[in-house]
């Protein structure tokens, strides 16, 4: 790692009524490191084989998570990754919205991959907006974007995409608003996060915290992401940019595979604290599994009413599955 | 209903050529009302089953329609609306876009629902955008959203859904423009308003009346609304807010499952009267049914030429067709 | 042809390395008689028959191409187009985001089309903005669109447009930034521009150039269209309008049947020179051949090392292909 600040923030933990979550997520950011403009950041990655046939993206050894870690620069800095390949597979790490060379594309097309056992430095650089002609501007590289593996299985990574190798990348323009919490979410085939429920993330959050989502799509199946009770401005930052700012609200949007977005919402705001769901809305895939809770618990973090019952609902649910043979039914995480 | 100005628009009438048309909408807005903000509207609404195995939400007893009414407030104001259950299945409302707690969410999780004969009341409230940091706010309730069955057949109300248990939702901001006439159009699996070519909805309006469109998306299969010599700006309006707006201008949009837009145009502008298409852009969903006519009359509301047999070309059109049990292929109406 | 300034762009050309890559476009602009506004353009277009059982629209008897000349107007110009049938086939040409008149509709709905052997004229208009009401306007024409048959097969033209019938249209606005090339690329069904990798079209332009990218979706399957290493706003232009354009940067967007879009970018820019690829971030639909090679030279137009490499391992590249009856596997242009 580099002198910048880093945090690890996990995502999850175990609540308060003892419910037991997976802790898939976690995540780097140097948001303290802001006021230098165009430090160049270095992390370490290990790509690992995890139970039940996965693969995932981790900050340490043996701590590999689907989704990987949520990375997150600021627009300037450079992200330099050293990708350390434990596995016996090709596998390497392509990032979507910032600027690399053909030897960082992370495909087979410029032999930018990790053979198995190999670690190998990826370099992504971001920038700021500049100007075009007039008052245009070419964007810079400000994003909710993603990574994924681009080399196992075939020359596009269908395989490590379909086992797991995929996460979050954030890139700030300076002055955006941080949040508290964090989310990933992938829609993947018949999968969130590569499970299904009642097995999917529970994401918890307290009224009124700050909540960022950052949504992803991977497979070969189309999907649309929605959200109880809370709604978002479709455009960079999910916020009205001004009161004049055109974009419509929604809280439904199309999630499909190597697109993705993101936006914050204030947890529970004018509708109180709950297990809301956050489920594909395209029928036969909520009925199948593609369903999940974001927990909003009361301000000072104690269960509100109601939400146990519903969570225990969730759990017992009873769904006309497509199974997915890379989905554990068994337990409630990890 | 409460004190505030009710108009029920009958969005259809037989033309005066003596088409046959279904009378399947009708609309709840209280714009007259718009001067007081946070006002309290309610309405009853009485979930029905309908022949041919559908289902309706109708605003009096043996009125319910597919889709149902056209709900319509502004920003600020709270819906109040006493569902009526009287079918024999479990069914609910769950609203798009709007602030509700737990218990009016609609949905299983919640224990939300109506059982079979029963009557429930579920609160929706609205609000205005609100500050966030800097010029940043956070969105308010304003936008074309729809409502929906959460609880028959599934937990997400897959079974209420395919019968037709869904309806428009618009929360106005004010200060925007009112439309002349208005069209819910429900793209559903191969079915527009679960109906098909040729008994799909002939929407009607009179040369340079302001129509305003309120698309839906539901079911299993992706879609793209076209219509024909009309388009719209891809924004919360469907104008340009500004002659800076950068929104793109349209005249084909995604509309998948939980998805909504909604845009005004002025009919025929530019280009005419005439029998107009409407119809999803996907070649075998247009060919299997999916189309329907935007009919544009003279301003006098005669018919232009030419417009009467292009819909007995329509009604002739034979089809390569997916069938739909749910679908009624005897006549044109009901 | 009128008297306006007529330019024929070859978008392809023979490489400095020798490689082989199709004449696939052309295109028709009138960007020169910019300086008179609301100018009647007149072009003829001749549809034919193709090897492989295509179809094609071309400027001139023998030049038809898959996909056929990309149009070009400014908003307020007039565009009279001729079109030769020379097939014997029922055919048609329909624009999206042009005003005609039903006459000039292009659907068998209103008998707009030409039976085999007949010429037939189809007058596209388009215009600017107007005021609606407050700060608010009616959309202009301005946009990236794309015209296609709808006459072919059935009543939509799935014939037609399953076997090439379809091109890109460019409405501009005054003011706006014109490019050094331009690219139109089709997704549709399994292929790009009814070819399949490695047969798909090679994009090519000198590090630096302003390229513009007029992207369009057929057929029946929905797709996603993501570029390595360049990214755009999400927007009418592609680029950030003003310094508080909330609109979001993306390098993936849905690109589903009917729907267009278009974008600039400065080839290389901040990544440097390269065989970039292009492709449909659906997985199994990249792995099925749909992609492609934007090869960014030097800025002398030279080769830029380890490119040729690329491009000869795409070439070799082996596919898990869903195989089209009307690709042709054969040799890599025409």
């Known amino acids: 790692m580099d002198d910048a ?25 140097w948001n303290a490191g802001a006021a230098h ?32 870690p949520l990375l997150e620069i600021y627009e300037g800095d450079t992200l330099e990754i050293t990708l350390v390949n434990t596995t ?24 930018s991959y990790n053979n198995p056992g190999e670690t190998r430095t990826y370099v992504w650089r971001s920038r700021e907006m500049f100007a075009a002609a007039g008052r245009r501007f070419m964007p810079g590289s400000a994003g909710y974007w993603h990574y994924h593996d681009h080399a196992m299985g075939t020359d596009h990574g ?22 508290d919490r964090q989310f990933t979410v992938v829609f993947h085939d018949m999968t969130i996060n590569n499970r299904m429920a009642p097995n999917t993330p ?29 709604r978002w401005a479709d455009n960079r930052t999910g916020m009205l940019e001004s009161i004049s700012d055109p974009s419509p609200t929604i809280d439904n949007k199309d999630l499909n595979p190597g697109s993705s977005f993101g936006f914050q919402v204030l947890a529970g705001e004018g509708v109180g604290p709950g297990a809301w769901m956050y489920h594909c809305h395209v029928q036969n895939h909520s009925d199948g ?25 969730f759990q017992g649910h009873t769904h006309t599955t497509t199974s997915q043979s890379h989905d554990d039914h068994g337990g409630h995480g990890a």
């Open 37 to 68: 403009a165009g430090a160049t950041r270095k992390v370490t990655i290990y790509a690992e084989a995890l139970p039940g046939g996965l693969f995932g993206y981790g900050l340490a050894p043996g701590q590999a998570t689907v989704p990987g």
């Open 88 to 111: 016996n597979q090709r596998l390497s790490i392509h990032a979507h919205g910032v600027d690399y060379s053909t030897s960082s594309d992370g495909s087979p097309l410029h032999a």
């Open 289 to 313: 599994g593609m369903s999940g809770i974001f927990l909003v618990r009361n301000a000072d973090g104690s269960m509100p009413p109601g939400a146990e019952e519903a969570i225990h609902r």
């Open 202 to 230: 529970i994401f918890e959050a307290n009224l009124g915290e700050r909540v960022e989502w950052v949504a992803i799509g991977h497979g070969n199946l189309f999907h649309t992401f929605h959200l109880h009770a809370h």
């Open 158 to 179: 269908t395989g490590g995409v379909a086992k797991g190798l995929y996460g979050g990348l954030i890139v700030r323009r300076r002055g955006d608003i941080l949040p």
């Open 5 to 29: 600040v880093l945090s690890r923030r996990s995502l999850f933990a175990a609540g308060a009524v003892g419910l037991a979550v997976p802790a898939i997520g976690a995540a780097v950011s």
